[in-house]
C-alpha cells in the first residue's frame, strides 16, 4: 500500500547525495536496514518507483531518505534532487532482508551504506556497538557519506577504502578477497554486505571461500 508524504527539507551530505527529511505516515513501522519503494506524486513520476532504505531511526517522527544522485540516468534520483520542500512523494509499505542479527562485520560499496545508516545509528544509541566493524569502499573521498558521523561511532573499527583516489584516512584499495582475508580474523561471525550488485555477490563470494557461512551473510536477497 502506498502512503502520501510531504518533503519538508533537503540537504547535501556529499556533492552528489541529499538527506531528504519528510512526513510519516501515522503507523509507520520500518525496522532499521528495511527498504521502501518511493516515487514522486505527479502523473509523470508516480509509477516510477525505485528501492530506497529510511536512514531514520524508530522513534523519529518523521522519515529522513540519504540518496545519491545518478544524472546521467536523467531518471528518479535525478528528479527527486530537484524537488522542493512541498513536494509530495509516495511511500510503499518496508520490505527487505536487512536487519540486524547481531555484531559483526558491515560491509558497503557506495550508496550500500544507506541500510546500515539506521542500524549504526540505533546500535550507538543503545551502546551495543561493540564487536561492529565497518568496511566502506567509495570512489574518492569526496565520496564518503557521513564519514565523520561513522569515524565516532566506531573510531579505529571504521575503514575508509578509496579506488579512484585517496587522502588521508581513505586506503587507495579495493575490498577484494585480499583485504578481507588481511582485516578479518573471525570468519565465524556475521556479515552485512550492501552496494552493486556485482560488489554483493564479489564480496559474499569472497567471504564464503575464506570460511564464512553463507547462513551468517546478511544481504539484500
Known sequence: MAHEIELLMTEFVTHDVKRFITTRPPGFDVTPGQGVDLAIATPEWSEKTRPFTPTSLEEDRVLEFTIKRYPDHQGVTDALHRLEPGAHLLVSDPWGSIRYEGPGVFIAGGAGITPFMAILRRLARDGQLDGCT?????KTPADIICAEEFRHYLGERCTFLCTRAT????????IDKDLLRERIGDFGQRFYTCGPKVFVREINAALVELGASPETIVFEK
Do not use: H
Open 167 to 174: 587522502a588521508p584516512g581513505c586506503e587507495a584499495r579495493r
Open 134 to 138: 565497518l568496511l566502506f569502499s567509495n
